[in-house]
């Protein structure tokens, strides 16, 4: 499975912008998806996961619950994560990863594919 991200930019506080995460192989609905970012000089951190089973298994970081949204298509091998309320805090390389497991989990190493990150920075 290759991922590939897109959708990241430069927008100012208080702002939104939406990811989109695009899969190509097979069996995208069998893989749980998952957003993590790296700010800089910090390590990788959960940001937003779904379920192959879609909306009725969602997690979020704790940070963004209330601003975050995931959702995901898989007719066409998509996810996306929407950021409404934008705080500078949330500048960072975001990254789409995938897991062939139902469930969503906050840890890096349970993630076997990576996409190469998009960009995401928040002007205060």
């Known amino acids: 499975v290759q991922l590939e991200e897109s959708g990241g930019g430069l927008v100012q506080a208080g702002d939104s912008l939406r990811l989109s995460c695009t899969a190509s192989?097979?069996?995208?609905?069998?893989?749980?998806m998952g957003w993590f970012r790296e700010a800089p000089g910090k390590e990788r951190e959960f940001v937003a996961a779904?379920?192959?089973?879609?909306?009725?298994?969602?997690d979020f970081a704790d940070s963004v619950k209330g601003r975050f949204a995931i959702s995901r298509s898989n007719a066409r091998s998509t996810v996306s994560l929407q950021m409404d309320n934008l705080k500078s805090e949330d500048t960072a390389i975001y990254y789409c990863?995938?897991?062939?497991?139902?469930?969503?989990?906050?840890?890096?190493?349970?993630?076997?594919?990576w996409g190469q990150g998009t960009q995401v920075t928040v002007s205060s």
């Open positions: 779904i379920s192959w089973r879609g909306a009725s298994l969602t």
């Open positions: 192989g097979h069996e995208f609905s069998s893989y749980t």
């Open positions: 990863a995938g897991r062939y497991d139902y469930l969503p989990s906050h840890r890096v190493r349970d993630y076997e594919f």
